[in-house]
């Protein structure tokens, strides 16, 4: 089955703690993203891969770290999270293009106390 | 810049239609709608293709208006399955294919 599988689907941590949250797909897509939805504010994109070792910003860069060394892994990683980053996480995959949809992956729900 | 979309809620009736709509301040390639149910993923509805081509996995209808910059989601006869947030993204080509959402449309579906 397509699929975007993340890790993990819910997490509470305290601020400073290093965390990474895990997104996988098995469609052999070249472009992954990350998102962060906040109440009222939509999908806010906070880094973006076109392949392996390519990354970039989005949006809402600050305070987040990616990685692609992997054409199917594109890890979120929190070095120091804080209060702020309390959110729900998408990761999302799709074909490169800009006619092609994007599978999400379930979300991410992270709390930072 | 996000695209706008309006209305930001809108409530209705089963069997009743609604239009969703998205304005861009940019020229656009591309326009993706999605459907959010409460929690979950977002879901893929329909890709508008500058140039008329449409590709959709559901029986909804869109429209595309390629000067202007705007796409209006059509849903009618809605039924209590409809009911969820509506996104819609645009893309505006050039090489890093990023796609810009909307902060979506709350529809509600009442019996």
């Known amino acids: 089955e397509a699929q975007v599988t993340q890790n993990p689907r819910y997490l509470i941590t305290v601020t400073g703690k290093k965390l990474t949250v895990t997104c996988s797909q098995n469609?052999?897509?070249?472009?992954m993203s990350w998102y962060r939805q906040d109440p009222g504010l939509g999908l806010r994109q906070i880094y973006y891969?076109?392949?392996?070792?390519?990354?970039d910003k989005g949006d809402v860069p600050e305070g987040y770290k990616v990685s692609r060394k992997e054409k199917r892994n594109f890890p979120l990683i929190l070095e120091s999270p804080s209060p702020n980053q309390t959110s729900l996480y998408f990761c999302?995959?799709?074909?490169?293009?800009?006619?092609?949809?994007?599978?999400f992956g379930p979300g991410t729900r992270l709390t930072v106390l | 810049q996000q695209p706008v979309q309006s209305p930001q809620a809108v409530i209705l009736r089963e069997g009743e239609d609604a239009v969703i709509n998205c304005s861009s301040s940019?020229?656009?390639?591309?326009v993706h709608w999605y459907r959010q149910k409460h929690g979950e993923a977002p879901v893929f509805l329909m890709i508008?293709?500058?140039?008329?081509e449409q590709k959709g996995h559901e029986k909804i209808s869109a429209s595309f208006n390629e000067k202007k910059q705007q796409s209006s989601l059509y849903l009618t006869a809605s039924q209590l399955s409809y009911s969820g947030t509506y996104f819609c993204?645009?893309?505006?080509?050039?090489?890093?294919?990023?796609?810009?959402f909307g902060k979506g449309t709350l529809l509600t579906v009442n019996p």
């Open positions: 940019k020229a656009l390639y591309s």
């Open positions: 999302a995959s799709s074909s490169i293009s800009g006619a092609n949809e994007q599978f």
């Open positions: 508008l293709l500058k140039g008329g």
């Open positions: 469609m052999n897509h070249e472009y």
């Open positions: 993204g645009t893309y505006s080509g050039g090489s890093n294919y990023k796609l810009t």
């Open positions: 891969s076109m392949n392996v070792e390519v990354t």
